[in-house]
């Protein structure tokens, strides 16, 4: 009969190697979490943009830099996958920060965008946030501050809805709140408007006439019963639709799109 020799390995060695074991193993994903997240900084002040991604590298992210705004606008609607969040420069060459993020959302793109630039005023960080950013930070900042920006973007859930949304012959931009039918504008009141952005928002499936009340009228609204019917069919006339977009599901409500 054959002895297994087992060699004596004391309660406090065995501990120790668990021990770091499990530290090299939370370091080890955190590692891998970290890489797993990519950012682009758009910035053309080059010791600026150095400084971040020192900075972002050192965090933990891959980081790239691109220094003119053609340049980035074309990356990411090539590559519209690639990014987890793009830090923005208002103010580029080629191209301004603004336009470009206009052009993304209108483009679909959903990547989280956060805007720097000096124009620091109210009206400037609306601007920059109906054009479709997530954030906006004035320079100059404290790199914690970006950071905490960052990572509160990073958080948020990935499936967003773009600012454009098309079906067919018809787009609606929701930052605007121009409706297009043919590449022509629609005129829309408010209440059409919410309507046909509710469904558009719900592409294929089944909304009750309750569901689209809910959205567009507050409790205290005393419009008659068949309110929504008469908003759907004025949305159809303005859109030149024969029940073919806006389908009437009996007994229950409405659905756009197949």
Do not use: F, G, S
């Given at each position: 009969m054959n002895l297994i020799l087992i060699p004596k390995v004391s309660l406090l060695n065995l501990k120790i190697k668990i021990k770091i074991d499990t530290y090299l193993h939370e370091d080890f994903t955190r590692l891998v979490y970290y890489k797993s997240m990519k950012i682009l900084i758009v910035e053309d002040n080059k010791k600026l943009a150095d400084n971040l991604k020192q900075g972002l590298s050192q965090e933990g992210y891959a980081v790239?830099?691109?220094e003119e705004g053609l340049a980035a606008e074309r990356r990411i609607l090539i590559n519209r996958d690639e990014?987890?969040?793009v830090v923005l420069d208002?103010?580029?060459p080629g191209k301004d920060g603004v336009a470009i993020c206009t052009s993304w959302r209108e483009n679909g793109i959903v990547v989280p965008i956060l805007m720097l630039t000096a124009l620091g005023t109210m009206e400037d960080k609306v601007f920059g946030l109906d054009a479709g950013a997530d954030d906006y930070?004035?320079?100059p900042f404290a790199f914690k501050e970006l950071l905490a920006r960052i990572h509160a973007l990073l958080?948020?859930?990935k499936q967003t809805f773009p600012d454009v949304l098309n079906l067919g012959d018809i787009s609606i931009n929701t930052t605007s709140r121009i409706v297009t039918y043919k590449n022509k504008i629609v005129s829309l009141t408010l209440k059409e408007f919410m309507v046909?952005?509710?469904l558009m928002r719900n592409i294929g499936k089944v909304v009750t006439r309750d569901e689209l009340y809910s959205h567009a009228w507050d409790f205290a609204d005393s419009s008659f019963s068949n309110t929504v019917d008469v908003h759907i069919k004025n949305l159809r006339k303005k859109i030149h639709d024969n029940s073919k977009i806006i389908q009437t599901i009996r007994g229950v409500g409405y659905k756009i799109g197949s």
């Open positions: 790239d830099v691109i990014y987890d969040l208002r103010m580029l930070l004035a320079k958080r948020r859930p046909l952005e509710y």
